[in-house]
């Protein structure tokens, strides 16, 4: 019998353990094969009901209307950072960025090859009020699309709302919220996810985009991050990452069952909120993100003396809690709660938080 | 106990059973974690290990020079069709392409978005004259390089030796042969291979790229398509695919146990050279391939009368024998060998096709 720990990994993150004792199960064999899931060919009539189960299954957890292709693409949500100008900003050239953190910042960089790109709004040293000044919001007057990222993991904060762009297609980089927060996918031209923190192994990246907002792609776009093409082959234009497809089927299937996005939402909320107030009760630890702005999911604490971050480590893999250590920008701790991090390891993470202090502060 | 088959997937492929019962063991409690290699951060210590390790395993298993760069990317190989041209046509735009099948010919296309392609040789009715007369190829006076398939999957063809390029770097695509054709490095400016038939799960591709042959890429090309980044963010600008990563790590551990690729490759001629045997000692069975131009990887065949076609395939799999239905462009059958199918399977396969041809010839 294997042994779990309560695992707080930023990414690839923690799957439910019910998923994993399924993939391990049929690990040799799948669906009566007599072999794997990764030794299928992705054309087999096996596979393919496998594919189609995953989109049909997410169309329903995420009450996706029609009118949005749902693409399942080859590697990481980075590549859509120049996917999206290349789809995209053919006819204006102008594309408008919030950059409240290190990913939409990495975003807007990779834009710039392709198109003019303006900054709504930035990130300032109190790492919120781009978000929280609307008044000084500088959207263009014909962007061709206005992109976001909801949840910013490094530094742990979130767009409380989504933000109105007065008709321009809204894209937004829901890597690190996809299937943990609610949203209406009527609000986005265009939603994408990497699959590594809520969804499978890494390695593939979910595409919800709005039919008419398909566009045509810049002629040096290469064909496997064209849109079209990619639609046009049913997400198939080569091999796809069979394997994290497979998987990321399961944990729509599980999402499902167990109440779907809104109930995922309201643990979030909950589990965040258990670690929030461990870190507000005392000087011991410290988040400096104003309330309003705080992630649901990626909480990032600082301990009020930093010699101490070795130690803390040192104790919490003593007590079975692994992968903590905060992102080299930002030093300190943190602790990201996706979907597959239980309450259970969170109120493990709390108390031990709690006695670390009593022992050391 | 769950049942194997004997598996001729075209890919993904099969792979070793010991590699797919390590996975099993340690899919919930991986290197005394307490979570699986899925749910590990690229940026762990325990993981960047694993990535090492499989870097320097597969340098030694292919003899891979220190002037060479080993990349591991994400996504399949035809990725690598864009990134090609990409990274090493920028000076003087033009590239020569052997056409010898299906995927020199999609990597062709890709390339014309890119630059002047010309073509060297073109498959022709009989399949194989393209490669056979050296004396027609048409080599440029200056390509930047020079790009051939080893082994055309679908239609079965191989390059009998390496093409003579008189110095300009060549460029090899060998996702179906690597590991299984022992190859000489030097010989090359760049190998790349998607891993789904040889090495690990779909949705990763290795580069192997001289250091002298790396180019500025064009001011277009998407970061993550950039040698140079990937180089320097050694293979991890963003997450990759870890997954892949750490079975190719078992693949490459499993090859240098059995012999290495020497051994591999002898194996792969003698199980094709069986399935070679029982096409050639009838009319009933057929391949039309020039025998010095025949894969030692895929071997396509025809039934004389294709009305049989269905009934082979049922019988087939009522013996254990799955995925043996021939390319959609090809017809017949298709028996791919790829490294993890082993005699057994082969031996089977022959066994059954004669006792079919009893039956029915």
């Known amino acids: 019998m294997s042994k779990r720990t309560y695992n707080f990994s930023p990414g690839p993150a923690a799957l439910p353990v019910e998923i994993l004792e399924q993939i391990r199960d049929e690990l040799l064999d799948w669906k009566d094969c007599g072999y794997s899931v990764m030794e299928s060919s992705h054309r087999d009539s096996k596979f393919i009901e496998t594919a189609e189960e995953a989109e049909q ?10 009118n949005y292709k749902v693409l399942f693409c080859a590697g990481g949500a980075s590549f859509q950072f120049a996917a999206i100008p290349l789809n995209f900003s053919g006819k204006n050239k102008n594309a408008d960025y919030f950059c409240t953190g290190i990913w939409s910042e990495k975003a807007a960089k990779e834009a710039q090859r392709y198109c003019n790109v303006n900054i709504v709004a930035k990130t ?6 781009g978000i929280a000044r609307k008044e000084q919001w500088q959207l263009s007057k014909e962007a061709a699309y206005v992109f976001y990222t909801p949840n910013e993991t490094v530094s742990g904060i979130r767009f409380p709302t989504v933000p109105e762009t007065h008709g321009v297609p809204l894209v937004a980089d829901m890597t690190s919220c996809i299937l943990q927060e609610d949203f209406d996918v009527n609000q986005f031209g265009l939603i994408f996810a990497g699959v590594q923190k809520n969804i499978a192994p890494a390695g593939m990246t979910i595409v919800i985009v709005r039919d008419d907002f398909m566009d ?30 497979y998987v990321a089927n399961l944990t729509f299937q599980w999402v499902k069952k167990h109440g779907g996005v809104k109930a995922m939402e309201a643990l979030s909320y909950k589990k965040s909120a258990k670690l929030y107030e461990v870190i507000d009760s005392t000087d011991f630890y410290s988040n400096k993100i104003h309330f309003k702005y705080r992630s649901v999911i990626n909480v990032p604490f600082h301990l009020h003396d930093s010699t101490l971050d070795p130690l803390f480590i040192q104790e919490a893999e003593k007590n ?42």
Chains 1, 2 share one sequence.
Request: aromatic share 10%.
């Open 320 to 361: 079975g809690i692994r992968q903590i250590k905060g992102h080299k920008s930002e030093g300190g701790m943190r602790a990201s709660l996706y979907n597959g991090v239980n309450e259970e390891a969170v109120n493990a993470l709390a108390e031990f938080m709690k006695a670390f202090e009593k022992r050391h502060g």
């Open 57 to 66: 299954n997410l169309r329903d957890i995420m009450s996706i209307p029609s």
């Open 216 to 245: 045509q792609a810049m002629s040096f776009c290469p064909s496997l991050l064209n849109y079209k093409i990619i639609d046009e082959y049913k997400s198939m234009p080569n091999t796809p990452p069979t394997f994290s497809w």
């Open 124 to 129: 300032d040293s109190a790492q919120f009020m």
